[in-house]
Each structure stands twice: as structure tokens, then as C-alpha cells.
């Protein structure tokens, strides 16, 4: 994420000097053969209050799904309407040997950050 190795942190102010501490374990995209993809995520989010340390929070996960199109070595993921949620942004990316490197809008409230994700195939997962 942004260019360090999993696990890694960021954080996005909020109010009167708290921050949002989000922790990025795991990020998986799928590709089907069909023009179908889901991104999981895995991580922690916790508010942290002005002056005040991180305290251990569960695991949480969250996932896009929707579609995809390739186009000379670029890839365009749209992702679905989720249900009284608003719509996503597409999600840019570039293809380059076994990397996917995508740009991804993180979203807490009213702060949005855009990050970097470089996504390396993994065996265990296919």
C-alpha cells in the first residue's frame, strides 16, 4: 500500500485532532474469465481520540465486486452498487508482468484518501 509491504498503516484526520488509524493485513483481487472481479480486503479501523494511543481492535473485512475491462496492459474495475450506499468510483489500474498496480479511493465519513495498491499473484490463492 503506497508503496510499503502489508501490513501497513494510515491514518486520515477527523475532528479536533482525532485521527482514523486504518491497518491494511491483506488485500486479494479475483479475476474471472467472464469480465467479473472482487477485491477483499482485510484490516483494522479504529477512531483515535487527540492524545490518546491505538488499542487493539478485532479483524474486520469488507469487499467491491463488479466488472472489469482490459485494454493494453491497462484495466478499468467498476465496481457494483452495494445497497443504500453510494456508487463507487471506478478503480484505474495497469497491468505490468505479475504486478496490478491500482489506485483505490479509501473512504471514513467525510475524508476520502486515494492510495496505491500493488497487487503481486500469489499461488496460494489461485
Known amino acids: 500500500m503506497d508503496g510499503r509491504p502489508l501490513p501497513a498503516d ?62 493494453m496492459g491497462r484495466m478499468i474495475l467498476t465496481p457494483s452498487k452495494k445497497k443504500g450506499e453510494k456508487t463507487r468510483p471506478s478503480i484505474p489500474a495497469t497491468i505490468a508482468g505479475q504486478e496490478i498496480t491500482a489506485s483505490y479511493v479509501l473512504q471514513s465519513g467525510g475524508t476520502q484518501r486515494r492510495v496505491t495498491l500493488t497487487l503481486k499473484r500469489d499461488a496460494r490463492f489461485w
Open 10 to 71: 494510515l491514518r486520515l484526520p477527523a475532528v479536533d485532532g482525532d485521527f482514523r488509524l486504518f491497518r491494511l493485513e491483506q488485500g486479494v483481487l479475483r479475476l474471472s474469465s467472464g469480465g467479473r472481479f472482487t477485491l477483499y480486503f482485510r484490516y483494522y479501523h479504529q477512531l483515535v481520540r487527540r492524545g490518546a494511543r491505538p488499542t487493539t481492535t478485532p479483524v474486520l473485512s469488507d469487499s467491491e465486486s463488479g466488472t472489469y475491462k482490459l485494454e
